[in-house]
């Protein structure tokens, strides 16, 4: 959040967003996520003249690695658990949107971000679908608003 030294060169320090979203300011891949290389890894391989390997981690993974509890890390690494965007930002690196969870209350929570009250028009009648309350635990914490803008984009 502090900025970034990378192969690449050097970052500046996150953008924190009007919703407290801490969004990098390095181009994300194409799915939206932020990726660094912050640990050599040892390939078995490494010669005097052959440098070690380094991984490539989601950005948003080192963070939970940073600050989430012991248990949250140990199923991060050892059990195939997801670090999880409680605001459906998948660039943020905001500790208090990160969640540890099971891959599959991951793919879950990609219901809450087109859940809203839209309005359309069917044969010339109006219809409203309206928004759900989150199921999650911990909840989702996407603006009805930024659902909307979500939906539009998808179109």
């Known amino acids: 959040m ?5 192969r690449n060169g050097s970052y500046p320090p996150a953008i924190i967003t009007p919703d407290g979203c801490h969004l990098p300011q390095k181009q994300p891949d194409g799915n939206g996520y932020i990726s660094i290389y912050p640990i050599e890894a040892f390939t078995g391989n490494a010669r005097k003249d052959q440098p070690e390997k380094l991984a490539q981690v989601g950005a948003h993974r080192v963070v939970c690695y940073v600050t ?4 949250d890390v140990h199923n991060l690494v050892y059990r195939g658990y997801h670090a999880s965007h409680l605001c459906h930002r998948p660039g ?7 969640v540890v969870e099971t891959a599959w209350n991951n793919y879950r929570r990609r219901e809450c971000a087109v859940k809203v009250n839209v309005k359309t028009n ?3 009648r109006d219809y409203f679908a309206k928004a759900e309350e989150c199921p999650h635990s911990p909840p989702c914490i996407i603006k009805l608003e ?3 803008a979500r939906i539009i984009d998808s179109r």
């Not at 989430?68 to 248990?71: H, M, R, S």
């Open 146 to 148: 930024l659902r909307a």
């Open 122 to 124: 069917v044969n010339g």
């Open 92 to 98: 943020c690196i905001n500790k208090d949107h990160l």
């Open 68 to 71: 989430k509890c012991n248990e």
């Open 2 to 6: 502090q900025g970034y030294e990378g």
